[in-house]
């Protein structure tokens, strides 16, 4: 059974800093790989969709990427800014079809200090 | 504007009642689906759907039921049978075949006492 780990589970940073959220699947076979944002108390934000013929996607400040071979993803936020502060969540699709819903990890909880 | 409703936002039931939860999207969208989220933890699937009338259970299906009786509404219905029922519920669509990106409501909070 997929299992998904998010390091670190919290981090704290000054505002400016660039950073890096780690993601890791116990089975490499993933197709696509999502990231998210959770605000407290609110649904999911997409922010990042890598498929499965991809190996980074971009926008804005964030850069994310997969190396399927070792069944890892980063998401790199540049320049972190208080608004950045949440949850992220990647989750991977293991089915090939997207169809089957997504194994997610158990976030990385981001504090950015202004 | 197009999107995923979910209601109600809160929503507290009693020990041994049957509650339903809502999921409205007007983004034709041809899959849907719900997650649970338990504190600290990642998103759990409970059920999907790929079209109309036809649904999968997911990890924990038990002691959940849903239908799908039509292409925009998705509604999960929590049953006495649930053991740990207080959580928070996210319904999620997807386009269709071939489009792999998830879109999330605001979730529905459910507290049983």
């Known amino acids: 059974k997929q299992e998904v780990t998010q390091i670190p589970a919290a981090l704290s940073v000054p505002e400016g800093e660039n950073l890096v959220l780690n993601c890791s699947f116990t089975d490499s076979a993933i197709y696509n790989l999502q990231w998210f944002r959770q605000d407290p108390g609110k649904g999911l934000t997409s922010l990042l969709l890598?498929?499965?013929?991809?190996r980074e996607q971009t926008s804005g400040r964030l850069n994310a990427s997969l190396d399927k071979s070792s069944g890892r993803s980063t998401l790199y936020i540049a320049a972190s800014q208080p608004g950045d502060s949440a949850t992220y969540l990647c989750a991977g699709d293991t089915s090939g079809g997207g169809a089957d819903g997504l194994t997610f990890g158990k976030g990385t909880h981001l504090i950015i200090q202004p | 504007d197009g999107g995923i409703t979910q209601s109600p936002k809160y929503l507290f039931r009693k020990e041994g009642q049957n509650v339903t939860l809502s999921c409205e999207q007007n983004?034709?969208?041809?899959?849907m689906y719900w997650y649970r989220q338990d504190p600290g933890q990642g998103l759990r699937l409970i059920y999907y759907s790929q079209i109309v009338n036809d649904f999968q259970k997911g990890d924990i299906a038990e002691g959940y039921s849903v239908s799908r009786e039509k292409k925009e509404s998705f509604p999960l219905t929590v049953t006495s049978a649930q053991k740990n029922p207080t959580a928070f519920y996210l319904c999620?669509?997807?386009?269709?075949?071939?489009?792999?990106?998830?879109?999330f409501g605001p979730g529905t909070r459910l507290t049983v006492t």
């Open positions: 999620a669509s997807r386009p269709g075949t071939g489009i792999y990106e998830q879109y």
């Open positions: 983004l034709n969208h041809d899959a």
């Open positions: 890598i498929q499965s013929s991809q």
